[in-house]
Antibody
Framework: EVLLQQSGAELVRPGSSVKISCKASGYTFTDYYMHWVKQRPEQGLVWIGRINPANGNTVYAEKFKSKATLTADKSSNTAYMQLSSLTSEDTATYFC??????????WGQGVMVTVSS | DIQMTQSPASLSASLGETVTIECRASEDIYSNLAWYQQKPGNSPQLLIYDANSLADGVPSRFSGSGSGTQYSLKINSLQSEDVASYFCQQYNNYPPTFGAGTKLELK
């Protein structure tokens, strides 16, 4: 069974950074891209980017190129997303997700990041 | 980026009713469209992919159709557990983009 277990909720200060994790199990970690998606409260879904865990290659949505950094650790089957220079606009739930196709079969439970002083 | 326009934004329907949600793409996406269901406090769950293929474990009362720029999700015989938000997503081009969502409630 494919499982994506994400780290816990974060409360962070404006201007700081946060790194959230997504531990994968139930499949070969390097076989599928890991994607990240943002969802602000009561709003829609926005694709942030994806990483190829096999070689670390990344693709980002234009608006997240300076905001998000995706990495992956093959030794622990864990993907990470670091968000920098946080503002209230970054308050959201962040999901890791993957699929065999370019749609998303499996989702983590989400990490709520709250940016507040 | 391809814009996905989803309608209606909210919908109220009775148990047993048939419900249809529409999604229009800003350009032809060649049936590279998925639908997701998201219940409050949960992550999205895949319902439909390739515009009309049912994902594993999804009840047959859900169906998808469409082509080109126009797509729809139909729910036959609405059940109480179908109360959720529904999103379409195109994956024909990068970046993948989602519709704004439809919130389905019981009347």
């Amino acid at each position: 069974e494919v499982l994506l277990q994400q780290s816990g909720a974060e409360l962070v200060r404006p201007g700081s950074s946060v790194k959230i994790s997504c531990k994968a199990s139930g499949y070969t970690f390097t076989d599928y891209y890991m994607h990240w998606v943002k969802q602000r409260p009561e709003q829609g879904l926005v694709w942030i980017g994806r990483i190829n865990p096999a070689n670390g290659n990344t693709v980002y949505a234009e608006k997240f190129k300076s905001k998000a950094t995706l990495t992956a650790d093959k030794s622990s089957n864990t993907a990470y997303m670091q968000l920098s220079s946080l503002t209230s606009e970054d308050t959201a739930t962040y999901f890791c997700t993957l699929g065999a196709g370019r749609y998303f079969d499996y989702w983590g439970q989400g990490v709520m990041v709250t940016v507040s002083s | 980026d391809i814009q996905m326009t989803q309608s209606p934004a909210s919908l109220s329907a009775s148990l047993g009713e048939t419900v249809t949600i529409e999604c229009r793409a800003s350009e032809d996406i060649y049936s590279n469209l998925a639908w997701y269901q998201q219940k409050p406090g949960n992550s999205p769950q895949l319902l439909i992919y390739d515009a009309n293929s049912l994902a594993d474990g999804v009840p047959s009362r859900f169906s998808g159709s469409g082509s080109g720029t126009q797509y729809s999700l139909k729910i036959n015989s609405l059940q109480s557990e179908d109360v959720a938000s529904y999103f379409c997503q195109q994956y024909n081009n990068y970046p993948p983009t989602f519709g704004a969502g439809t919130k389905l409630e019981l009347k």
